[in-house]
């Protein structure tokens, strides 16, 4: 088999409690985000190729970890 046709490409974990995974299933890349710790499906996607896949993961992984970050104050009213 070729390397791009394993079916678990690997998985992200967030600064959280979330984890990302890339896998190719039904001649497709399936992004998933699981919650932690019972990795509950919260999301996933369907790509035709690979590279669209695996920068789909990272934006989740970049988001997950935006969203778990304190956000700076600032002293401006509304």
């Given at each position: 088999t070729r390397p791009d046709e394993a079916r678990c490409v690997g998985s992200l974990?967030?600064?959280?409690?979330?984890e990302v995974e890339v896998s190719h299933t039904l001649n497709k890349?399936?992004?998933t985000v699981?919650?932690?710790?019972?990795?509950?499906?919260?999301?996933?996607?369907?790509?035709?190729?690979?590279w669209k896949a695996l920068a789909r993961a990272q934006d989740f992984?970049?988001?997950?970890?935006?969203?778990?970050?304190?956000?700076?104050?600032?002293?401006?009213?509304?």
């Open positions: 974990k967030t600064g959280g409690d979330f890349w399936c992004v699981f919650q932690l710790p019972a990795k509950q499906v919260v999301a996933q996607d369907f790509f035709p190729e690979r992984v970049r988001i997950l970890n935006t969203r778990n970050k304190p956000q700076p104050e600032t002293d401006e009213e509304p």
